[in-house]
């Protein structure tokens, strides 16, 4: 069974940046897709940024320009550069498979991300 350790959130000024980390139990060099998931508060989880095993990206509207999604396939990890933060980015954080984009692993503990304005 794969696990998914995220690290790196805390708590941020509006503006600021974080950046997130996803270690991952197994090897992501021939997943498909890994993303990076957020739920808010009342909210359902969301995706929000992926990468696929050819580097390629996407990104939810709501963060694109600021956030930006990389991965280190030797080191099995997957980082969410999160830049110009909004008080509207405040979630927890998840890493999952984002083949179909709802994840396919159990999911990890996440990250708290608190953006203040």
């Known amino acids: 069974q794969v696990q998914l350790v995220e690290s790196g959130g805390g708590l941020a000024q509006a503006g600021g940046s974080l950046r997130l980390s996803c270690a991952v139990s197994g090897s992501i060099f021939s997943i498909s897709a890994m993303g990076w998931y957020r739920q808010a508060p009342g909210k359902q989880r969301e995706l929000v940024a992926l990468?696929?095993?050819?580097?390629?990206?996407w990104y939810a509207a709501s963060v694109k320009g600021r956030f930006t999604i990389s991965r280190d396939t030797a080191k099995n990890t997957v980082y969410l550069q999160m830049n110009s933060l909004k008080p509207e980015d405040t979630a927890v954080y998840y890493c999952?498979?984002?083949?179909?984009?709802?994840?396919?692993?159990?999911w990890g503990q996440g990250t708290q991300v608190t953006v203040s304005s």
């Open positions: 999952n498979d984002a083949t179909n984009g709802r994840g396919r692993w159990a």
């Open positions: 990468i696929t095993n050819g580097d390629g990206t």
